[in-house]
């Protein structure tokens, strides 16, 4: 089993950054991979980033190339996104995800946190 907890939303002005961190505990492997998704209300979830746990390969939905990076801390076991340039198309809950093996472009994910509320105000 594996419990994740995201951290890190808040209430920002457009521009502006912000840090979401993903702490992962339980049976944690280096073939997993990590992923974030997004949810704003009346949309569909969409799949923001992703990254192997042991590895440097990365995705990103082209929405968020350039301004948001994916980053892991194996130490920590906790996973990172940061957040630049935001706007109020970025508003939505994030979820942190995981699963072992397969592609980082593969949306599919076995284990879920909670969310995190990310709201950026104009």
């Known amino acids: 089993q594996v419990l994740l907890v995201e951290s890190g939303g808040g209430l920002v002005q457009v521009g502006a950054s912000l840090r979401l961190s993903c702490a992962a505990s339980?049976?944690?492997?280096?073939?997993?991979?990590a992923g974030w998704f997004r949810q704003a209300p009346g949309k569909e979830r969409e799949y923001v980033a992703a990254?192997?746990?042991?590895?440097?390969?990365?995705y990103y939905a082209d929405s968020v190339k350039g301004r948001f990076t994916i980053s892991r801390d194996n130490a920590k076991n906790t996973v990172y996104l940061q957040m630049n340039s935001l706007n109020p198309e970025d508003t939505a809950i994030y979820y942190c995800?995981?699963?072992?093996?397969?592609?980082?472009?593969?949306?599919?994910?076995?284990?879920w946190g909670q969310g995190t509320q990310v709201t950026v105000s104009s």
């Open positions: 995800a995981a699963r072992p093996g397969g592609s980082v472009t593969d949306p599919t994910y076995d284990y």
């Open positions: 339980g049976r944690i492997f280096s073939n997993f991979r």
């Open positions: 990254i192997r746990w042991s590895g440097d390969i990365t």
